[in-house]
Nanobody, 116 residues
Framework: QVQLVESGGGLVQPGGSLRLSCVAS????????MGWYRQAPGKQRELVAR???????NYVDSVKGRFTISRDNAKNTVYLQMNSLNTEDTAVYYC??????????WGQGTQVTVSS
């Protein structure tokens, strides 16, 4: 059974940083594309960043240059380093496991709140 568990969210001031982690169990992480998504109140869930099994990455325009997705296959973990946070980054952040563009599993989410 696949389980994805996110952590690392919290309350941070504008301009601050957070690192989110997504620990996977029940899968061999290295063979999958993994993604980070977010959902703000009243908005649809949106892709933030994605990393392929070969390490190729892509980001939504609003986070380019500020966020970095990475993976440690030995630890079965995917990370999202978030710098220069602003209030528009406030959302619940989710990681997912993907294959052929389809989400196979989701984590429960971790809340990120950017506020002074």
């Amino acid at each position: 059974q696949v389980q994805l568990v996110e952590s690392g969210g919290g309350l941070v001031q504008p301009g601050g940083s957070l690192r989110l982690s997504c620990v996977a169990s029940g899968i061999i992480l290295r063979i999958y594309t993994m993604g980070w998504y977010r959902q703000a109140p009243g908005k649809q869930r949106e892709l933030v960043a994605r990393i392929s099994s070969s390490g190729n990455t892509n980001y939504v325009d609003s986070v380019k240059g500020r966020f970095t997705i990475s993976r440690d296959n030995a630890k079965n973990t995917v990370y999202l380093q978030m710098n220069s946070l602003n209030t528009e980054d406030t959302a619940v952040y989710y990681c997912d496991q993907e294959a052929r563009g389809v989400a196979l599993a989701w984590g429960q989410g971790t809340q990120v709140t950017v506020s002074s």
